[in-house]
């Protein structure tokens, strides 16, 4: 084992009974690979299925596996022009189960988002059955007040290239702290326990995901 897995398993171990304290059902992997297993024994064939906009769910694969065939997608990136895409978003409070990454995790089990929109916090908050959180090592922070610092200085400029946000963001790298029409932080949420108990599901994965 490296010293990276080492330590992966510690402090994984550390947020997962965190986590379960609060409500929270929780479970580390050591990859990409054995999350993806995951998934396929937790969500039943034939699930109405959506996720918010996440690099995570990419780069493990399970975007990919959950367009299979399996199950019903709702999928926003298919729909045509903003009604359809409303449409979408509103479809998708109603699913089986909602997957999503999540911007920060406090290292006692808390975990904190920042959206532009709100659509993926609405599902986080209320709403589908299940929500299915997948998320790597990089996105823990000791503290909640780390958090929004993570958020707004690591994942928004990056998030701002991939989007093509034009934010202060992509042009220094740190949060300006914008009202601009590209601002992609409307909502800071902290999720400091899942109620009903269970209702969120988080998959820490010993790797480096996403944003
Ligand atoms: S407030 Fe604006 S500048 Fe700051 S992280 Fe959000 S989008 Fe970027």
Redesign the pocket.
Known sequence: MTPREAFNNILGGEVINNLEKRGFDARYVSTSAEALEQVKKMVPDGSLVSWGGTMTLEETGIKEYLKSGKYDVIDRAAANGPDEIREAYHKALNTDYYFMSTNAITRDGILVNIDGNGNRLAALIYGPENIIIVAGMNKIVNTEEEAVPRI?NTA??LN?HRLG?Q???LLTGS????L?P????SHTVATRRSHPKGRIKVILVGESLGY
């Open positions: 707004q928004s400029p701002a946000r934010t202060p963001c949060c300006g702290d914008c601009s590209d601002s992609m932080c």
